[in-house]
């Protein structure tokens, strides 16, 4: 069965990336999308600047300082934006006689509020970067 794979790169937006995490679950459920809709989220940590790395005593205490200050926070909202690049990899996997299933899905899909804000590239069976594409969709978590 052929699959078509949406990438939505969010940048930082970490919010935007739960909303659309959080109606691609809803539409699985009210559509019975199973095994047809799986996604994946990676995410990619920004590099440090040569300036800004700090030694491993001084990153150890500001651990346990953060861990202190996250134990009396548990109740803080998550932060719309964090230091993480976050892309979201959609597959759609549809036999050969849910074609149209399959078209409207990949219209939709880009068009709804939170996927509209993100960069999308659309990669069908064919295409140059399909098998690294399956890959690396296949090594995500």
């Not at 459920?29 to 491993?56: C, H, M, N, S």
């Not at 892309?87 to 899905?105: M, N």
């Amino acid at each position: 069965m052929p699959h078509i794979y949406l990438l939505f790169d969010f940048a930082k937006d970490e919010a935007k990336a739960q909303q659309a995490r959080h109606k691609l679950e809803g539409w699985k459920q009210a559509f019975r999308l199973d095994k047809r809709l799986l996604y994946k989220v990676e995410r990619i940590a920004a590099t440090p600047v040569d300036g800004d790395e700090q030694p491993a005593k001084d990153q150890k205490a500001k651990g346990k300082a953060k861990a202190k200050a996250a134990a009396k926070t548990e109740a803080a909202p998550p932060p719309s934006t964090s230091d993480e690049d976050i892309k979201l990899f959609v597959r759609l996997a549809f036999s050969g006689h849910e074609k149209l299933s399959e078209q409207r899905w990949v219209q939709r899909i880009p068009s709804e509020e939170p996927f509209r804000e993100a960069s999308l590239g659309v990669v069908k069976p064919g295409d140059a970067n399909f098998e690294a594409t399956e890959k690396q969709f296949e090594e995500l978590k």
